[in-house]
């Protein structure tokens, strides 16, 4: 069985950093693109960055040069540093994985979220 558990959310300060963490386990498959989602109230859920396997990158544009998506193929695992947060960016914060299973099929796996929340 496939689970997604991101860490690292929290209260932050306008223009601190935090970095979030994502780690897939179960047996069986290995990940390809793996990215960052999140949702404000009100809102709908937006893509952050992703990154694949061979370490390809995208960002939205309102993180473009303040967030840095990263990722340890070995341990399954997909990391976000968020530098000159904003009051903006507050929002759950999801973790997604494309999954390859050892026989060729894809599926999408999301995490439950982590709260971000810049304010003063």
């Known amino acids: 069985q496939v689970q997604v558990v991101e860490s690292g959310g929290g209260l932050v300060q306008p223009g601190g950093s935090l970095r979030l963490s994502c780690v897939v386990s179960?047996?069986?498959?290995?990940?390809?693109?793996m990215g960052w989602y999140r949702q404000a109230p009100g809102q709908q859920r937006e893509l952050v960055a992703v990154i694949t396997r061979s370490g390809s990158t995208n960002y939205a544009d309102s993180v473009k040069g303040r967030f840095t998506i990263s990722r340890d193929s070995a341990k399954n695992s997909v990391y976000l540093q968020m530098n000159s947060l904003k009051f903006e960016d507050t929002a759950v914060y999801y973790c997604?994985?494309?999954?390859?299973?050892?026989?060729?099929?894809?599926?999408?796996?999301w995490g439950e979220g982590t709260q971000v929340t810049v304010s003063s």
């Open positions: 997604n994985a494309r999954i390859v299973t050892t026989n060729g099929w894809e599926y999408d796996y």
């Open positions: 179960g047996s069986g498959f290995s990940a390809s693109t």
